[in-house]
Nanobody
Framework: QVQLVESGGGLVQAGGSLRLSCAAS????????MGWFRQAPGKEREIVAA????????YYADSVKGRFAISRDNAKNMVYLQMSSLKPEDTAVYYC?????????????????WGQGTQVTISS
């Protein structure tokens, strides 16, 4: 069992930065791939970034490549999403998720545990 709690969301102006954090509990965290997803009103949940169990492999959606960075600290049971050059279209609820296996997938169905989400709002 893994429990995930996101923090760090908020309201920022376009061009600004935010750092999302995800605190994980549970012994299986360090062996699981982790992902950040987002869901805007009226849209499907989409992957933003993912990272494999040891941080050696990462994935970014084209829309955030070069602006966002995912990282993890297995010693602290933490996953982070550093977001910069934020745009109004980045506005969404952001979810942290833990995968079934050690290597990431880009589909929400590949993630077993989900946090409650944190709202990110970017004003123009």
């Amino acid at each position: 069992q893994v429990q995930l709690v996101e923090s760090g969301g908020g309201l920022v102006q376009a061009g600004g930065s935010l750092r999302l954090s995800c605190a994980a509990s549970g012994r299986t965290f360090s062996s699981a791939a982790m992902g950040w997803f987002r869901q805007a009103p009226g849209k499907e949940r989409e992957i933003v970034a993912a990272i494999n169990w040891n941080g050696g492999l990462t994935y970014y959606a084209d829309s955030v490549k070069g602006r966002f960075a995912i990282s993890r600290d297995n010693a602290k049971n933490m996953v982070y999403l550093q977001m910069s050059s934020l745009k109004p279209e980045d506005t969404a609820v952001y979810y942290c998720s833990a995968g079934y296996v050690s290597y990431y997938t880009t589909s929400p169905s590949g993630y077993r545990y989900w946090g409650q989400g944190t709202q990110v709002t970017i004003s123009s």
